[in-house]
């Protein structure tokens, strides 16, 4: 079991180790970060990912593990730390050179970091029985109100004030 960074027990890991883990939620960190609301790592992205992962985006796992392995490596090499050490304008400069494609040890450098965007992303707005959206996070920031059953006339052309629901509950974590 990876501790995420705020300390709290993360979920058992399905396809990627701890140590992939924690460059993950730096990265995921960097690319939607807590402010004075949530961020990618308190919705869940990175066990959304995991999940994926040994699931219907199996096909990327191999892209990860070494896109992963690189960021680790540029940031030893720009920075002479660890990336999930580094601090976060350093980690910010990691990730525009492989936003940018500008790593020249990993040459799918730019298609790695806009996958790992759009899957944090995806993490932060699916439905949660996906393995993120934790606690409807991203739902709530954006005030979707999930999938009702039906709207009263009254929310034609207002903003809907429900609270959020899932259509399906997330599995309950194994203890």
Same mark, same amino acid.
């Given at each position: 079991? @990876?501790t995420?960074?705020?300390?709290?027990?993360?979920?058992a890991l399905?396809? +990627?180790? *701890? $140590? &992939?883990?924690r460059?993950? /939620?730096?990265?995921?960190?960097?690319?939607?970060?807590?402010?004075e609301?949530?961020?990618?790592?308190?919705?869940?992205?990175v066990?959304?990912?995991?999940?994926?992962? @040994?699931?219907?985006?199996?096909?990327?796992?191999?892209l990860?593990?070494?896109? +992963?392995? *690189? $960021? &680790?490596?540029?940031?030893? /090499?720009k920075?002479?730390?660890?990336?999930t050490?580094?601090?976060?304008?350093?980690?910010?400069?990691?990730?525009?050179?492989?936003?940018?494609?500008?790593?020249?040890?990993?040459k799918?450098a730019?298609d790695?970091?806009?996958?790992?965007?759009?899957?944090?992303?995806?993490?932060?707005?699916?439905?949660?029985h996906?393995?993120?959206n934790?606690?409807?996070?991203?739902?709530r920031?954006v005030?979707?109100p999930?999938?009702?059953?039906?709207?009263?006339?009254?929310?034609?052309?207002?903003p809907?004030d429900?609270?959020?629901?899932?259509t399906?509950?997330p599995?309950?974590e194994?203890?």
């Amino acid at each position: 079991m @990876v501790t995420s960074t705020n300390n709290q027990p993360a979920a058992a890991l399905k396809a +990627l180790t *701890a $140590v &992939e883990a924690r460059i993950l /939620e730096a990265i995921a960190d960097r690319i939607f970060p807590a402010t004075e609301t949530p961020g990618a790592v308190e919705a869940g992205a990175v066990n959304y990912i995991d999940q994926a992962l @040994v699931g219907d985006y199996g096909q990327f796992r191999s892209l990860y593990r070494n896109g +992963l392995r *690189a $960021v &680790e490596r540029h940031a030893r /090499e720009k920075f002479a730390g660890k990336f999930t050490e580094l601090k976060d304008v350093e980690k910010d400069a990691v990730l525009s050179d492989f936003e940018s494609g500008q790593v020249q040890s990993f040459k799918n450098a730019a298609d790695f970091f806009e996958t790992i965007r759009c899957h944090v992303l995806e993490g932060i707005f699916c439905e949660p029985h996906y393995g993120g959206n934790k606690d409807l996070i991203g739902w709530r920031l954006v005030g979707f109100p999930g999938q009702q059953y039906g709207y009263p006339d009254a929310y034609i052309n207002k903003p809907v004030d429900l609270e959020p629901v899932a259509t399906v509950e997330p599995p309950s974590e194994k203890k």
